[in-house]
């Protein structure tokens, strides 16, 4: 007689191993520190200080007071997706079909999301250089992926290095993730090198995916559209959304423009995740899409102005500070203070309540380095620059 042994899972985790691999954000971690504390002054996350401009929350409430509530088409409201297409045409000369070749996400991190799990096989390669944002290699590796990568240094501007990125390249390889403006350095891409880099994914027939959720915060500079690059729009995944330039981070809508094929592949995935993004916020975004863009130049001017101030003032302190180009944020080096990232971040809360992220939260090339968003009002700032002198004056 044959005894069937009981199945038992003593010892044997539940979780994912491919989700325990994962470290948990190092952004969110200090998130949640502060949370607890009191007259912390705040440079830690990545949020405008703007409110959404009244326009875009007014179309919103207008369209929940006419019952507005039901669910859209899973690619997103046709009119928005038409919006949309208007939009990047008239910036970057770039036609997308709004039918087939624009999906509309729940911000960028799921349009982010459904690029790599719609591209990438078990195994597959994907080049990034760092420090980048937290998500990146996350994405990767929970698409059974494998990120690659390609670090990058203040001493080239944070310029990811062409000649470095083509000599990661691997049999394996299967797409380059770029991110510029970037977060966390705020380092802008010339179009000289994103012309080199569109040449080595056409030599090694990579997939290119672009995160361009800064692209309107640029200062001094030209932001250039990847997928605007000669041959490039067919390779090209563009990632974006409202969050940034239309201080729009808690309605959660971004999108996705690429070929169809690919548009297909994740709008697959979105169904059975997703459905559609929030009907209110896809009403929201079509309003910031269709209204005058004095709003956002207003808010780039006003970060151009506390961006020259804080730089400045990082550096009066005695502290490093490459000069951004792009985004919201300044990535001071530490180096003088003898500490690591991670040592700084949090002496500088526990001692004078001003929270940073570590560099080390976006990859292990931040290390000697923390993230401070100047996306904050101007009077912070200056306190903030008060205290980390303080701060740096007893432990330099």
């Known amino acids: 007689m044959t005894t069937i042994k009981p199945v038992t899972t003593e010892n044997k985790p539940f979780t994912s ?12 971690k200090f998130f949640d520190l502060l949370a607890s504390m009191n007259d912390v002054i705040s440079l830690g996350v990545g949020e405008p200080d703007y409110t959404t401009p009244w326009n875009i929350r007014e179309a919103a409430i207008y369209s929940l007071e006419r019952g507005r509530t039901m669910y859209t088409s899973n690619l997103g409201m046709p009119e928005l997706r038409k919006e949309l297409s208007r ?17 509309i996400t729940v911000g960028v991190s799921e349009a982010l999301d459904l690029a790599m799990r719609a591209t990438i096989d078990p195994g597959d390669q994907v080049l990034m250089g760092t420090p980048c944002y937290v998500a990146y290699p996350a994405s990767v590796i929970l ?54 880099i569109a040449g080595i994914a056409r030599r090694h027939n ?5 995160d361009e959720i800064y692209a309107r915060l640029v200062y001094g500079v030209e932001h250039t ?32 423009a690429g070929p169809r094929e690919i548009i297909a592949a994740m709008t697959k995935i979105h169904q059975h995740t997703i459905m559609c993004a929030p009907t209110m916020a896809q009403v929201a975004a079509l309003e910031a899409l269709r209204m005058n863009n004095d709003s956002v130049e207003e808010m780039v001017s006003d970060y151009n102005r506390r961006r020259q101030m ?5 550096r009066d302190i005695g502290l490093s500070c490459f000069e951004p180009k792009g ?29 940073a992220v570590p560099g080390t939260a976006f990859g292990e090339c931040g290390e000697g380095y923390v993230r401070c968003c ?23």
């Open 310 to 314: 804080f730089v400045k003032g990082l």
């Open 87 to 103: 939009h990047l045409e008239q910036r970057y000369g770039l036609h997308y079909n709004p039918d087939n070749e624009l999906l």
């Open 206 to 210: 990579l997939l290119v995916m672009s």
């Open 225 to 256: 559209c990847f997928a605007s690059l000669p041959g490039m729009k067919e390779r090209t995944i563009l990632l974006g959304g409202f969050s940034k330039a239309y201080a729009m981070t808690g309605w959660r809508i971004g999108y996705a």
């Open 143 to 196: 698409s059974a992926g494998e990120p690659v990568i390609v670090p990058t240094y203040e001493s080239n501007r944070f310029e990811i290095a062409p000649s470095t990125l083509e000599s990661a390249i691997t049999p394996h390889s299967k797409a380059i993730l770029s991110g510029y403006p970037s977060n966390p350095t705020g380092a802008v891409l010339p179009r000289e090198k994103m012309l080199q």
């Open 17 to 28: 191993q491919r989700v325990n691999n994962i470290a948990p954000s190092g952004i969110r």
């Open 327 to 355: 985004a919201f944020y300044a990535f001071p080096n530490i180096s003088i203070t003898g500490m690591n990232s991670e040592t700084f971040a949090e002496k500088l809360l526990a001692e004078e309540k001003v929270a």
């Open 374 to 396: 100047y996306a904050t009002s101007v009077p912070e700032l200056e306190e903030a620059l008060v205290r980390i002198n303080r701060f740096v004056s007893k432990h330099k």
